[in-house]
């Protein structure tokens, strides 16, 4: 009925005091019976598989459930306490009313003005009972305003949440990112510049030579120290290009920069007979 309380402890049929698990158990034992798949078109079905549903998410919730409680504690004790008025009401004489008899009449040397104590006890009035007769009339209409904003409340709240956790994973892998960004660049910006490799220098008479000289050979290998003809597994290719600076006996000391990668770079001691000057 519109603007009653639906008694879901009843709706599922288990006790006041049912446990968590009960409930889940007699859920669903419910809806495997009443599911509406089993029986299509069937109103009665569809209409119970509902109220089992409804009757479920309220009570499964520990919150929903408490607050449940409160609004069926109240309605119980609102009905009792009507229930317990109708009682003690006097029941109608069934006789038929006996006609009054004439008023008295007032002796002629009687006092008008009569003191209200000598007419017998006025009874009174209860001043609380149009404001009870209107509280039972709203308090159906209450109680089903109050189910429905509980499952709003609850709707809300898991859709918060949902909203929520959904923001806090797309930024943390965001902060990170932007994280990682400014520590590289801050590594970029102060790493110290790439020491030159000094070959050895030898001893005896070095000249200072300046010159651009092209590689004839088809491997001329850099040598580290050309005194004591130490090699490195480093060398270029026919037709790079390099630039000496130094001559030890037949030694040119050059370096070689890329052209394609600015940070590529060798240096050390050639042999003259892998080079020969650019432009002949």
């Known amino acids: 009925m519109a603007g009653a309380l639906k008694n879901f402890y009843e709706t599922l049929g288990v006790p006041r005091s049912a446990t968590d698990e009960q409930i889940k158990t007699a859920y669903r034992k419910l809806i495997l019976k009443f599911h509406p798949d089993k029986n299509v078109g069937d109103v009665y079905f569809e209409d119970w598989s509902k109220k089992i549903i409804e ?42 009313a006996a006609e009054p008899e004439p008023a008295a009449q007032t002796p002629p ?12 006890p006025v009874p009174e009035e209860d001043p609380h009972a149009a404001a009870m007769a209107l509280i039972r009339e709203e308090l159906p209409a209450y109680l089903t305003a109050k189910q429905d904003y509980l499952k709003a409340v ?3 709240k898991e859709h918060g949440e949902g909203r929520h956790l959904a923001k ?11 994280l990682f960004m400014i520590a590289a660049s801050v590594v970029w910006l102060v790493r110290p ?10 001893e005896g008479t070095v ?3 300046a010159g651009k000289f092209i590689v004839a050979a088809d491997k001329a290998y850099f040598y580290k120290d050309p005194q004591n003809q130490v ?4 060398y270029l290719t026919k037709g790079n290009k390099i630039l000496v600076s130094k001559r030890y006996g037949n030694f040119y000391y050059a370096v070689f920069q890329s ?9 050390g001691w050639i042999k003259e007979e892998d080079l020969q000057p650019y432009g002949e």
């Not at 020491?195 to 050895?200: G, I, Q, T, Y």
Request: proline share 12%; charged share 30%; glycine share 2%.
């Open 207 to 209: 000249s200072d030579i």
């Open 259 to 267: 052209i394609a990668n600015p940070d590529y770079k060798l240096t």
């Open 231 to 234: 090699r490195t597994n480093e």
């Open 55 to 96: 009757a479920f998410e309220v009570l499964s919730d520990p919150q929903l459930r408490a607050e449940y409680d409160q609004v069926y504690d109240e309605h119980r004790s609102a009905a009792k306490r009507n229930f317990q008025k109708q009682a003690h009401r006097p029941e109608p004489d069934p006789r038929p």
């Open 193 to 202: 510049p790439a020491k030159e490799p000094v070959a050895a220098v030898p």
């Open 109 to 120: 040397d009687a006092d008008p003005q009569m003191d209200a104590s000598d007419a017998g």
């Open 168 to 178: 806090k994973n797309y930024r943390l892998p965001l902060i990170l990112l932007c």
């Open 154 to 156: 609850k709707a809300w």
